[in-house]
């Protein structure tokens, strides 16, 4: 079993390219984190609607701040910060839950095509699931794994505890594996696109 830091090998990452597509999940690779950036706007539409999901990958490449602040976009995540969460909880919720666009990372992707999103809040997976229109992940091929046993392996064993970390370090709070999501097979054609990068990117 290959480390769950070392960067997968091009012929498994066009494998897992191929079996993502037959699950209806459409996938590209790119060589960098600045190619990652530009196929990303590339892709989003000026003037939609767009929600960068918390992701350490896309604050390494600068998406979220491009997606915040550029005026590009009608940015949900300002939208949100100016809410009332006492007051406007059920607004946040359904506004969180499914903007036309959504942007993340995932914390495994399988050989045979299958995506493995670990979060602590739960707080993006209704829009991977269902709720938004097209999805976007960005991922580092590092987090390709052989099957789920190892994806989940993965999550527990390494990400959960750079996580914590990172979580530590920002709020002095642990992170937790509270909820998971696996998608094995996307219904609507074009919905989900993954983005693999050959470098290092996120945990």
């Known amino acids: 079993m290959k480390s769950f830091s070392e960067l997968a090998d091009d012929q498994i990452i066009s494998a897992t390219i191929q079996a993502l597509k037959n699950n209806n999940i459409e996938a590209v690779v790119v060589e960098n984190a600045g190619k990652a950036k530009e196929k990303v706007l590339e892709i989003l539409p000026e003037g939609a609607e767009v929600m960068n ?10 998406l979220d701040k491009e997606i915040n602040e550029s005026g590009r976009y009608d940015a949900v995540k300002p939208k949100l910060a100016k809410m009332d969460r006492e007051t406007q ?18 914390q495994a992707i399988t050989e045979s095509g299958q995506v493995i999103i670990a979060s602590n809040t739960g707080s993006q997976l209704p829009a991977y699931a269902y709720g938004s229109a097209h999805v976007i992940w960005v991922v580092g091929t590092q987090k390709i794994v052989k099957n789920l046993d190892e994806g989940m392996k993965r999550i527990y ?16 709070m642990n992170s937790n594996v509270s909820k998971l999501l696996i998608i094995n097979k996307e219904f609507i054609a074009g919905r989900l696109t993954v983005i693999f990068v050959k470098e290092k990117l996120g945990f």
């Open 53 to 62: 999901m918390s992701s350490v990958t896309l604050e390494t490449l600068g």
């Open 157 to 172: 064993d390494f990400v959960l505890p750079l996580e914590t970390e990172h979580m530590q370090n920002l709020y002095k």
């Open 89 to 106: 909880s059920i607004e946040m919720q359904k506004l969180g839950s499914a903007p036309v666009w959504a942007v993340g990372s995932v």
